[in-house]
Structures are given as structure tokens and as C-alpha cells.
């Protein structure tokens, strides 16, 4: 039996590398918090956030931080990485509960609605 070692274990892939995480969809982060606790079970293809967080950072977004796009008929809100990642998103009813309790708090971080970004 082969004896391990770091030196071989650094040869090897790490398995998040070699899988195409742009297939996996995100979940709406919304815990619930504010509606008895239920987690939100909506979902989004990451490649369509990413293309929608991508248009962003070509028109020239170089800061992390959120992002409203389209998808489907609905406005979602991301959050984007300075370094092109993104962290999370929120579904149409989520992202349009948190821009109110934003606004009715003064504390929007949002670009404004003329901006969406639109994905397909």
C-alpha cells in the first residue's frame, strides 16, 4: 500500500476545483428571520447570476456589494465579490422586502432600479 504524502496530496485536484460550480443553482439566503422562521426555497441557475454580476463588473463595478438583475420576469438581488465571486442572492420577494426595509431605514446600498442589470 502506498504511504501518503503532502507531497502527493498537494499533486492531487481539489475536488471543488475540478467541478463546474456555475451549474449549481443559488438559493434565496433569506432565512425567515422576519416571516416565522421558514427559509425561502427559490433558486437560480449560478451561471445567470454570474453573467448578471459580470455586466456589472464590465461596466466598470469594481467594489463588492449588491446588484439588482433580471431573471425570468422577477428582479433578483446579488452580492457580488471584488474578485468576481458572488456571495449570495436574494429571490423577487425577498430582494423587493429587503429594498423596503432599506428604504424605509435610509440605509439602500442600491443602485437604482434603471440599472438592473438583465439576464437571460
Known amino acids: 500500500m502506498p504511504?501518503?504524502?503532502e507531497k502527493n496530496d498537494m499533486d492531487r485536484p481539489n475536488r471543488a476545483d475540478s467541478t463546474n460550480t456555475t451549474e449549481f443553482p443559488l438559493r434565496c439566503v433569506s432565512n425567515g428571520y422576519l416571516s416565522g422562521g421558514c427559509s425561502c426555497?427559490?433558486?437560480?441557475?449560478?451561471?445567470?447570476v454570474a453573467a448578471a454580476w459580470g455586466r456589472?463588473?464590465?461596466?466598470?463595478?469594481?467594489?463588492a456589494g449588491f446588484f439588482h438583475f433580471a431573471w425570468r420576469?422577477?428582479?433578483?438581488?446579488g452580492y457580488g465579490l471584488k474578485d468576481g465571486r458572488i456571495r449570495g442572492v436574494?429571490?423577487?420577494r425577498h430582494s423587493s422586502q429587503r429594498d423596503q426595509r432599506s428604504f424605509a431605514t435610509g440605509t439602500s446600498e442600491i443602485a437604482p432600479s434603471a440599472e438592473i442589470a438583465l439576464s437571460a
Open 3 to 5: 504511504v501518503s504524502s
Open 41 to 48: 426555497d427559490q433558486s437560480i441557475p449560478m451561471r445567470a
Open 56 to 63: 456589472e463588473r464590465e461596466l466598470g463595478r469594481r467594489q
Open 73 to 77: 420576469g422577477g428582479v433578483w438581488l
Open 90 to 92: 436574494y429571490c423577487p
